[in-house]
């Protein structure tokens, strides 16, 4: 198993229109990304075969796209279908191809996979997208650190306190539990002991103070989902997509999917203002922390609190090792801590 057999989004499906080209890196690979004539999305390396210019840089027409330096024109599958120095003596060469990769689109987004593995692994179905009484509210951040840092920021409870305050938690020295299991190449885990503590939101939220349903997951390789639930129409997830592009950039499509009963409306410009405001504080200190991974190195001190990051990097460093997590033993811890 290695990264390259998953599905990766690239953009959305509303973003990727007829005449649209998009350029995208994925695990080090630069794409281009357009419609074909048949309207799928086609995904080829970004680099013409001519003189290697960008094909990114071109222009789509029918399902076709040209390159910008010399109009040679490529067709959904990467084919060459025009030389225009060649006028009609062009005759299509086999050899004359540009590297294309799989694609598919589901939930309103458009993934690629690099590697053809002899195993499918579709992508992960995004909670209750589209579905009577939910609404999804999609941001795109890139963070400038590697998949694994961020995946392990998006279900990390003890930050909140310090990087979100007031707007996610406050520091309280409030003892909470969770059990986390690893198996099956995920990570998931349970909260216990949860009630008020979520700021700005808490009256809105959970009126009564009432004990929280809370659970977070990991999903090999990396997707984290994030989900609370206050009882009859108060109930959210936020489910985030962490795509690789280099070892220290990451694009992550967060979806923050709610049911607040007949307030979905009317919250949708609250929640995007909120998940935005704090995935921002997420940026600004993931890039902290990358800058002194380069300096000095990946050396973590790690307490009971931190058993998620040592399940999630136990499952990520299996799959760069080419070996499959799934493997792995399956394990349950307890741990107590504060925040
Ligand atoms: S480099 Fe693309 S057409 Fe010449
Ligand atoms: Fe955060």
Redesign the pocket.
């Known amino acids: 198993m290695k990264f390259e057999d998953f599905w990766y989004i690239v953009a959305e499906s509303k973003h990727l229109k007829s005449s649209t080209v998009l350029s995208r890196i994925v695990l080090g690979e630069w794409l281009a990304i357009f419609r074909g004539e048949d309207g799928k999305p086609v995904a080829l390396r970004d680099r013409c075969m001519h003189r290697n210019s960008r094909l990114s840089g071109g222009k789509v027409s029918q399902g076709r796209l040209q390159c910008p330096y010399h109009g040679w024109v490529y067709d959904g599958n990467g084919r060459i279908v025009a030389v225009p120095t060649e006028g009609d003596n062009f005759s299509h060469l086999p050899s004359r191809c540009a590297k294309s990769y799989d694609t598919l689109e589901q939930d309103g987004y458009i993934y690629v996979r690099l590697a053809s593995p002899t195993e499918d692994f579709p992508p992960f179905a995004m909670p209750y997208y589209q579905q009577a009484g939910w609404e999804t509210v999609r941001v795109i951040n890139r963070f400038h650190n590697n998949v694994t840092n961020c995946a392990e ?2 279900i ?1 409870i003890p ?2 306190a310090f ?2 305050p007031g707007v996610f938690r406050q520091s309280r020295q409030q003892q909470l539990e969770m059990k986390v299991e690893r198996c099956d190449g995920s990570v998931l885990v349970e909260y216990r002991n949860e009630n008020t503590n979520l700021g700005w939101y808490s009256h809105f939220l959970n009126p009564q103070g009432q004990e929280i349903r809370h659970t977070d997951s990991f999903h090999m390789p990396n997707i984290t989902s994030v989900e609370y639930d206050f009882g009859s129409d108060r109930r959210f997830f936020i489910t985030s997509q962490s795509i690789p592009e280099t070892e220290d950039s990451t694009l992550v499509y967060t979806d923050v999917t709610f049911n607040y009963g007949i307030w979905n409306k009317l919250a949708s410009p609250f929640v995007r203002w909120t998940a935005q405001h ?1 995935i921002s ?2 940026v600004d200190i993931l890039a902290t922390q990358n800058q002194v991974i380069e300096k000095y190195g990946t050396q973590f001190a790690n307490t009971p609190a931190d058993t998620i990051h040592i399940f999630v990097e136990s499952i990520r460093d299996r799959i760069s090792q080419g070996e499959d997590p799934r493997k792995l033993p399956n394990l349950v811890r307890q741990v107590k801590f504060w925040v």
């Open positions: 920021n998006f990390d930050h909140t990087v979100h704090i504080q997420d």
